[in-house]
């Protein structure tokens, strides 16, 4: 076949036929596409939806783009909460637990007078451990993309945060995403981290205590 574009009858020459391999190509790669984002689409979950985000972003593939973005803003608590228990295991490995006899000896020491508990007593909080406290995280973290959160550039992140359609129950939560995002890379992320503070997490809708604990944030006392 010379294609679509060669009459009936015409001739084959070289002109007829690069014209009818150029068309056939070109059908060839816009059905091999087609396929790919189909497939892609169809393999969009929780665990791979940041990653996809960035490359749909990042190739200008609006559909698969759209789709993932709508499924990262519902997966950014469920991400955070993914770092914070990252995080804490590798706290954990770096610090193994003590033997059981040190841990009773531990444990008599803190006790205060008359077998009162230290932790019992009244005690200021500290503000980052109440602004822990108030953020809302997902009781049972389902498999997320970490990765692929930790690697969001910081404008696609931005984007997802400052969204109308993030799915988090307080302004404490973004906050802590920012954290996370920035704790996969301290150094560089650092004055970012304070950007993305200021410009995400809307202060008009925080508590006075999640304010109070804010406050003392150094991403947000940097300039």
């Known amino acids: 076949m010379l294609g679509p574009s060669a009459p009936a009858g015409a001739a084959l020459t070289p002109h007829n036929l690069i014209t ?14 087609h396929l790919c984002l189909a497939a892609l689409n169809a393999s969009l979950s929780p665990s791979n939806c940041f990653t996809l985000l960035a490359v749909a972003e990042a190739a200008g593939v609006a559909p698969l783009r759209d789709a993932a973005e709508r499924m990262c803003l519902a997966c950014v608590p469920a991400a955070t909460a993914a770092a914070a228990a990252a995080a804490k295991q590798q706290a954990a490995q770096q610090h193994p637990q ?3 006899q040190q841990q009773q000896q531990q444990a008599a020491a803190q006790e205060g007078p008359q077998g009162m508990d230290v ?12 602004l822990g406290a108030l953020a809302a995280a997902s009781s049972s973290p389902l498999e997320v993309d970490l990765p692929g959160f930790r690697a969001l550039p910081q404008p696609l992140l931005e984007r997802l945060l400052c969204s109308e359609g993030l799915q988090v129950g307080s302004e404490a939560e973004v906050f802590q995403a920012v954290e996370a995002w920035a ?8 004055e970012a981290q304070g950007a993305l503070v200021r410009s995400c997490v ?7 205590q999640e304010l109070e604990a804010l406050d003392q944030s150094a991403a947000v006392s940097s300039p």
Request: no cysteine; glycine share 2%.
């Open 20 to 33: 009818a391999l150029a068309i056939s190509t070109t059908s060839n790669v816009l059905a091999a596409r």
């Open 98 to 100: 003590q033997h059981p």
């Open 119 to 130: 932790d019992e007593l009244e005690a200021p909080t500290h503000p980052q451990t109440q």
């Open 183 to 190: 704790a996969a890379a301290p150094a560089a992320r650092a």
């Open 202 to 208: 809307r202060l008009g809708a925080m508590s006075v």
